[in-house]
C-alpha cells in the first residue's frame, strides 16, 4: 500500500488577538517522492473566527473540515461543542471511522486537538504541533514561546522553518493564517 506522509502544523495563541496557525506546503508518497510542494493544509473558517489546519490525508481532511464546518454552524460557532460532536461521529460512524487525519483549531477562547480516536485535546500551552514533523515544531514553539516576545505568526513561521530543516517530510513551504486585532 501506498503511503502520503503527512505535513506539519503548528499553532500558537499570545493572547486573545494574536492567533496564527501554519503549515508546511509537501505532500510526500511512499519514503522517498514528494508529491507535492505546495499543498495549503490552514484555512480561516466559520465567518473568518475560527481558524484550522489538518495533518494527514488531504482528501480526508478535507471531508473532516468541512464536517467541522458544519458542526460549528450547528453550535453557533462553539468550538468545543462542534469538536467534540465531529469527535465523537469520527470515531462511530462506520464511513468517517477510516478516515486519517488530525486538526487543530483555534479562536480566541480555545486550542483544540480533534482526533479520529474520539479525542479532543486542549493544549496546556498556548501553542501546539501536530504531523510529521509536529515534535520539532513543538519543541521550537516551546522555546520561542517562553523565551522571546516574538508574535504568533513569527513563532508559528520560525517554527516550522526548523522543523522543515530537520523533518525530511516537511518542507519551507510555509503558509499562515491569523487573526489578529490591529491597533
Known sequence: ???????TICAVRRGPDDLAIGGDGQ?????????????????????GSVLSGFAGSVADAFTLTEKF????E???GNLKKAAVELAQAW?????????????????????????????????????VAIGSGGNFAYAAANGLFNHTEMSAEEIVRE????????CVYTN??????????EK
Not at 1 to 7: A, P, R, V
Open 74 to 76: 450547528e453550535h453557533s
Open 1 to 7: 500500500m501506498i503511503q502520503f506522509h503527512s505535513t
Open 27 to 47: 505532500v510526500t508518497m511512499g519514503e522517498s517522492a514528494i508529491m507535492k510542494n505546495g499543498a495549503k493544509k490552514v484555512r480561516k473558517i466559520y465567518k
Open 172 to 181: 519551507d513551504n510555509i503558509s499562515v493564517e491569523t487573526l489578529k486585532e
Open 69 to 72: 464546518e458544519r458542526k460549528l
Open 159 to 166: 517554527s516550522l522553518k526548523i522543523a522543515s530543516s530537520i
Open 91 to 127: 470515531r462511530s460512524d462506520q464511513g468517517m471511522r477510516n478516515l486519517e487525519a488530525l486538526m487543530i483549531v483555534i479562536n480566541k477562547e480555545e486550542m483544540l486537538v480533534i482526533s479520529g480516536n474520539g479525542e479532543v485535546i486542549e493544549p496546556d500551552q498556548d501553542f
